[in-house]
Each structure stands twice: as structure tokens, then as C-alpha cells.
């Protein structure tokens, strides 16, 4: 838009009349010989007829309403508790295959504990040690399990990225 002539700095002051009256004179002697400005008036002057024309931008009657009833939307959000936040959110996606390894271990811990049923004559020796320890023969069970919770992990985890 601008030209490398040293008046065309003073073409919008001009049209927008912030000129001295002396520099106005001196542009409009300018003018009759530069070509550029002349064109750079005719079309910075064809832009502010064109902004003028536009009409104000006036808010929708409605406008106030519909601007509360989004403010009270978010507040409404803002104000529900941090868990409901946290699972609506997307870190509970990057969460599920942590979740569905831990079901997976409830899962193997409820099986272990179903499967050790009492014999008739009571608790064996070994029943009694396997109850002591029972938090280790669950982490052995676990370890023994590993194919099956690897391959329940790769499971939720194609059904996470496939949700
Ligand atoms: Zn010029």
C-alpha cells in the first residue's frame, strides 16, 4: 500500500484532515506530480467510505441472556467436585489401562481366594502357611498370570484407542 515516497506517510493524516494547513497544501502540490500517491489516496480513501458505510455491530436482543445463561453453564461446571471433573475428563482415558490392571489383580486375588476352599477335615498345614503368606502367593499368582494380564493390558489399551 505504502509507496517509497516520502509523502505517502502523510496520505491517511490527509484523509482523516490532521494535517496542518500547511502540509496540507504541500501534499495537494504533490499530489498533481506523484502518480503513486495519488493512487495510494484514491484507495485508503475508497477504504474509509467502505468502513464508514458498514453498519455498527449491535448485540442480538437476546444477546444478554444467552451471555448469562454461558456463565452460569461454566460456573455450574466449575462448581461440581473434583472427581466428577477428573472423570469426565480425558485423564481417566489415559488412566484405563492402569485401572484395568488393577482389576485385573483384584480379579486374580478374588480367583486365588474362591479356588483355596477349606477341606473337610479343616485347614491343612499348608492351608494355614498359604493364609499367612497369602500376599505372597498372590504376587506369585500374579507372576504366574503375567501372559494373561500383559495380554488384558494390550487389551484395554487397543480399546482405549479404539474408543
Ligand atoms: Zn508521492
New binding site residues.
Partial sequence: MK?D????ASISPYIDDELSAEDTERLRL??K??S??RN?LRVLSAMEVQLAAMPPITPSPDFDRTFWQKIDALEEKRRQPAWKQWLNGDRLREWRPALAAAAGVLILCGTFLFTQRPSETGFSADEIVMSQNLELLTDYEIVRHLDFLEQWMDFSENDATDA
Fill in positions: 509507496t515516497c516520502i509523502f505517502s504533490h499530489l506530480t506523484c503513486a500517491c495510494q
